[in-house]
């Protein structure tokens, strides 16, 4: 299996209208096509891994509101009733991000000793880092979020509710509803923030606390890596703005995070009769126009760059390791099927996707300490943010020679 990317101007694809304003779908400015759906499951044998379901990528950006869509979404291919394992916690750099972040919407909007529904909790890392920073009980709604994902000593405070998101489910006097990466996995935007923004108002909620990887460093980088098929919508901050804005939310407060990777939002239900203008977004427009137009050739040319880098070292019988074991790691090694001979394995800290396999090439998933035994000569990070941290581990290996580069 290969995965491909090209400049598009192709055929209308499943979406003929833009899913957060309903505005005619224009043509894809780039399409992947190939790439394994699922960025979190997690396979048993090589075998499951190379069979996995694959879709394409039809990136489309909306003249009207500046939403970037995958216009060939099939919601139909995915399917998580398998194992999927999504935790980023057990990173010290990540955790602490979460746990700044749990901190300060705590502090600034008052939430200690008060019950906040978390939609599209996933695993419940961080509905537990809300609890431990001081949120009275937490609800959290995922459709694979279970009550055995629940900490023992949490028990009594994190309720789980495995379900998709329905306005009922938030509950009168909660304080917050939290949404962290999950708007990008939402094929129907316009209809999901409508009912978060019913619920709230039903319950009385004053505040919506939002999450999503920023767009903009993605164009901007040409990190095709951070393109994955459950993201169906991607955002900047002013769009982010933008589309909470015309649900019947005024926007508080909006920036970027995680050193620019993603984009935190905060909002609150809105006491007026329609959307604020906003005088800003038609630049937005003007400069996603010009990196969506350039975001095709700056990727072909970063896998380029890539499959000639793996090439020599293969010639050169230098073995490497990509790290991390995620989406990022998926999507980097599909679309590089032909050039990754040379990689021998996938490493990552989370003992969930360790002993597994990568779906689409089905490369081994192993833990770090796996390496001593037969240490590559180098390492590709698939996220710079952690290149201290993956540094350390390499050295308290004893793997000193080996070379850590990030992409």
Known sequence: MTASATQAAATYGELAACPACAARAPEAFIRL??????????????????????????????????????????????????????????????????????????????????????????????????????????????????????????????????????PSMVEPGTAAVVCRHTLEHIPELAVFGTDILDGMRTAGVPVFLAEVPDLGRILTDGAFWDLQYEHCSYFTPATLAKYLDSLGFEVLRVRTTYTDQYIVAEAAPAHRPDPAEDPGLGAELDRLHLLCEGFATHTLGRIAYWGSWLDDRSAAGEPVVVWGGGAKGLTFLNMLAEHAGTVSAVVDINPGLQHHYIGGLGLPIIAPQDLVSTPPRTVLLMNPIYQQEVRAQLDDLGLHGTELITV
């Open 33 to 166: 096509t190939g790439l394994p759906v699922h960025g979190t499951a997690v396979f048993a044998t090589a075998a499951e891994a190379r069979a996995v379901t694959t879709g394409d990528q039809e990136l489309a950006l909306c003249a009207s509101c500046g939403v970037v869509f995958n216009r060939a979404f099939d919601l139909s291919k995915l399917d998580y009733t398998g194992a999927h394992e999504e935790s980023q916690h057990l990173s010290p750099r990540f955790a602490a991000y979460a746990a700044e972040l749990s901190e300060e919407w705590l502090h600034r909007y008052g939430l200690r000793d008060t019950h906040v529904v978390e939609v599209g909790c996933g695993a419940g890392d961080f509905a537990a880092e809300l609890l431990r920073a001081g949120v009275g009980t937490v609800t959290g709604i995922d459709p694979h979020f279970g009550s055995d994902r629940i900490p023992s000593d949490l028990a009594q405070r994190l309720r789980a509710v495995p379900a998709f998101f329905s």
